[in-house]
């Protein structure tokens, strides 16, 4: 059987940014120590139900470095050993540069963590401060370079388009800094209005660009990245050759993988499931939410279309042990004259101008 992913969720933050709907609460020291029992317990857990080997591991959150070196050794140590994670796999890590002191990524090596992941978001600081960020340029760099130092040869930053008062100048500046860090890896995501986030109460006080106007930074970005060589390999992802995130492939391209912590989601069997957002009922019962049966054709296409590569044929029939329906490729083949889809003799795919529109384009091939 092919290697899961696994993805642990470490909800603490220093304090809730406006825009965020990632589950996250205010850190206390406390709390964490029984979270990583709980965590550890948790891993021991899956480990017997499922028997499966991991090849990647992804600490994402809210802020994972907040939890501290310690703690995250021993999560980290527990999962490679629970799901007999080698020394190939890729193992990330996210980091908030506002704190970055808080744990030492030097002891981290050594376990295995090779890949970090970057929360910069801009590096204008009239922009952070908009996010209500609280670090600074100078915070990012010293991340980079504590990093790098320590052995860390896989460097993702998260940039952020639609903040408003962005210019394509002021991107222009924040896009310079990753190329002359020399990233090997940039996630490039559109600010959205969530509900239940402060920016969702005060929206009609927010002046943001308007649609045409993040179409065009997004359009900037994936010029101006290919430019500087990267690849983009999915609506919001920009890598190196070879430097893609393993482990988010994998919700991708529909494989396999298991979330531990409150709101991390899972896809095991063919089946879809999660912990509901709420930290205290993971730690004290850690009840199982279900979703709907998971792996349908339908399924496969709308997140195959995410990627930069599409569909390929040949992989949907070793998949399925059928051909491509010909239904999907009728009704893609009206947009191929627009520029926002591509068709091969191989694959279907959408451009960069189609994932601008790939919520309703995916939604019209598929139904
Ligand atoms: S630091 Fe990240 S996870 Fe935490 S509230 Fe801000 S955006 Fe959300």
């Known amino acids: 059987m092919k290697p899961i992913g696994l993805y642990v969720h470490i909800p603490f933050c220093y304090k809730k940014c406006p825009y965020c709907d990632f589950y996250s609460l205010c850190n206390n020291e406390d709390i964490m120590d029984k979270y990583t029992e709980s965590i550890c317990k948790d891993a021991a857990f899956w480990s017997n139900k499922l028997r499966r080997k991991a090849d990647t591991l992804y600490l994402g959150g809210g802020t994972p470095n907040l939890l501290g070196s310690e703690r995250l050794y021993k999560i980290i140590s527990i999962l490679k050993e629970k799901f007999c994670i080698d020394d190939n796999s890729e193992i990330t ?19 295995g963590v090779n890949r970090i992941s970057i929360g910069m978001q801009s590096i204008n600081k009239i922009e952070l401060e908009k996010l209500e960020r609280r670090h600074s340029v100078e915070d990012i760099t010293k991340t980079i370079r504590i ?25 222009k500046e924040t896009i310079n800094f990753c190329v002359s860090n020399q990233v090997d890896h940039i996630s490039a995501y559109i600010l959205k209005i969530e509900k239940g986030t402060l920016y969702y109460k005060n929206k009609k006080e927010l002046t943001l660009p308007d649609e045409d106007e993040v179409s065009s930074l997004y359009l900037y970005t994936c010029d101006e990245l290919r430019r500087h060589g990267f690849i983009q390999y999915e609506i919001s992802n920009f890598a190196r050759q070879g430097k893609e995130s393993k482990h988010n492939l994998k919700y991708w391209k529909c494989e396999e993988y298991l979330g531990l912590g409150p709101s991390a989601h899972s896809f095991i069997n063919g089946k879809r499931f999660y912990y509901s ?82 919520n309703k384009l995916i939604s019209d091939i598929i139904y």
Not at 96 to 110: A, D, G, T, V
Not at 301 to 314: D, E, H, K, Q
Not at 329 to 353: E, F, G, R, V, W
């Open 93 to 111: 890590i996210e980091v908030n540069p506002e704190s970055y002191n808080s744990f030492k990524i030097e002891n981290l090596i050594n376990i």
């Open 277 to 358: 957002s709420n930290l205290n009922e993971y730690i004290k019962s850690k009840k199982i939410l279900h979703d709907a049966e998971g792996g349908s054709e339908e399924e496969y296409i709308m997140l195959n279309l995410r990627l930069s590569n599409g569909i390929n044929y040949v992989e949907f029939k070793n998949r399925f042990g059928y051909e491509f329906p010909s239904k999907y490729y009728d009704k893609a083949q009206k947009y191929q004259k627009y520029n926002i889809i591509n068709i091969t003799d191989n694959s279907i795919s959408l451009t960069p101008q189609g994932f601008l529109l790939s």
């Open 147 to 171: 990093a790098r130092g320590s052995g860390i040869k896989n460097i993702s930053l998260d940039i952020m388009l639609g903040i408003s008062e962005q210019t394509k100048n002021s991107l």
